[in-house]
């Protein structure tokens, strides 16, 4: 192998790992989106359920029970309020791939580092995966849409309950 060849296929390997960051980066950045939209979805759920519920019946699970949990508790959670079984599904499959790419994503050998084809077929498969947690992303922004809408009709509900009357007596019909 000459130099030139040599300096070719360490440039080649060098952008396939900047490429292999930079699927793993993404993937990060929406499981970071998938962990705070479960947690929003499931408190939103939460509150509407506080709502619905009569004043004697004590519902008290909150965000704040949320914020330290693991991925894998949070889908729990949110199956437990969520009518949506295909996403909770599509959820848990997730699970190891981000665990995957939380703790292991960047520990590579240096051998794998400079091995093109290693690389490629990484990059390929994370970029698949990426397909499926945006799919996850997209469906939990849906959910809270509609969550946000049952919410913001509730408040429109119980402002219209609590209005004040008015003290001024109409007109007797003649």
């Known amino acids: 192998m000459t130099g030139q060849t040599a300096a070719v296929g360490c440039l080649m390997s060098a952008v396939a790992f900047e490429k292999y960051k930079q699927v793993v980066y993404l993937l990060l950045l929406d499981f970071q989106f998938v ?3 479960l947690k929003i979805v499931t408190a939103s759920s939460y509150e509407i359920i506080r709502r619905s ?9 909150s965000r704040r029970d949320l914020e330290k949990e693991s991925l894998g508790k949070l889908i729990r959670k949110y199956e437990e309020v969520s009518g949506n079984a295909s996403l ?5 499959a997730l699970v190891g791939e ?10 590579l050998t240096f051998e794998e580092q400079q091995d093109l084809t290693f690389l490629e077929h990484e990059s390929v498969r994370l970029a698949m ?3 499926r947690s945006r799919e996850c992303v ?3 922004q849906e959910e809270w849409r509609m969550l946000a809408k049952d919410l913001h009709e509730s ?3 119980t402002a219209e309950r609590e209005a004040p009357t008015s003290i001024i007596e109409p007109f007797p019909e003649v």
């Open 88 to 92: 909770a599904s599509k959820l848990k």
């Open 155 to 157: 408040d429109r509900m």
């Open 53 to 61: 519920i009569p004043a004697h019946i004590q519902f008290r699970p």
């Open 98 to 107: 981000r665990n995957f790419c939380a703790h292991r994503a960047f520990v």
């Open 138 to 140: 997209i469906g939990l």
């Open 129 to 131: 995966l990426r397909e």
């Open 35 to 37: 962990e705070e939209l």
